[in-house]
């Protein structure tokens, strides 16, 4: 079945660093989705990237989907106390708007003010 | 904005009971879908349905079964619970792909 790997499994950085999350699929992704679940919380969706070598921005976080599809990272620029949470990427199974989510092992960024 | 209610948000239960979880999606969202979270652990899906039928399964065990209701609120139920069931589970529930999660269940099994 499909995988998604995401390094690194845990980031610790000082407030004002920056921090990036990668996040590779064994087969090719019809789209990828982002999501961040903070300490107690449930996951909240961030952002869905759909074309090849698409790169999207909020903020301070920019999101990047690989050419082939199968690859994202997330980067995020001078870190702030609230940027503390599990970072999850998510591929579908399969295309349509009724599928499955398969989610990345989420890096874990904890950050030191 | 309305957002998915999950019900109870805890629960505590013994080796071998039952548990029912229920779920209200966003009003107009077609698909839900149930989530296994154990601690540190990245969401599995269990099972989703979209316009009230069943439309994919995880790993969703055998004493496990879901449906969907005429009013599209959904509920998991669980037997024969076990220590290993001890999880968060989520609901979710889309329309166009993007995934609101409601704020999940916390089963305890004792």
């Known amino acids: 079945g499909q995988q998604v790997m995401q390094i690194p499994q845990y980031q610790h950085v000082q407030e004002g660093e920056d921090f990036t999350t990668y996040c590779n699929s064994s087969t090719t992704l019809s789209n990828i989705q982002w999501y961040k679940q903070r300490p107690g919380g449930h996951p909240v969706f961030l952002i869905q990237?759909?074309?090849?070598?698409e790169v999207k921005k909020q903020k301070r976080l920019t999101f990047q989907f690989g050419e082939a599809k199968k690859n994202s990272s997330l980067h995020i620029t001078a870190t702030q106390t609230t940027d503390v949470g599990t970072y999850f990427c998510a591929g579908p199974d399969s295309g349509g708007s009724n599928y499955k989510l398969t989610f990345g092992k989420g890096t874990l960024l904890t950050v030191n003010p | 904005a309305a957002g998915v209610i999950q019900s109870p948000r805890h629960l505590i239960k013994e080796k071998r009971e039952t548990a029912t979880l229920k779920c209200y999606p966003i009003p107009r969202h077609d698909t839900v879908y149930w989530y296994q979270q154990g601690p540190g652990q990245d969401p599995q899906f269990l099972i989703s349905?979209?316009?009230?039928?069943?439309?994919d399964k995880g790993s969703i065990p055998d004493r496990f079964s879901a449906q969907q209701f005429s009013d599209y609120h959904s509920e998991l139920n669980m037997s024969s619970l076990e220590l290993g069931d001890s999880a968060l589970y989520f609901c979710?529930?889309?329309?166009?792909?993007?995934?609101?999660f409601g704020p999940g269940t916390r089963l305890t099994v004792l």
């Open positions: 979710a529930s889309s329309r166009m792909g993007e995934q609101f």
């Open positions: 990237l759909v074309k090849s070598g």
């Open positions: 349905f979209y316009e009230k039928m069943q439309s």
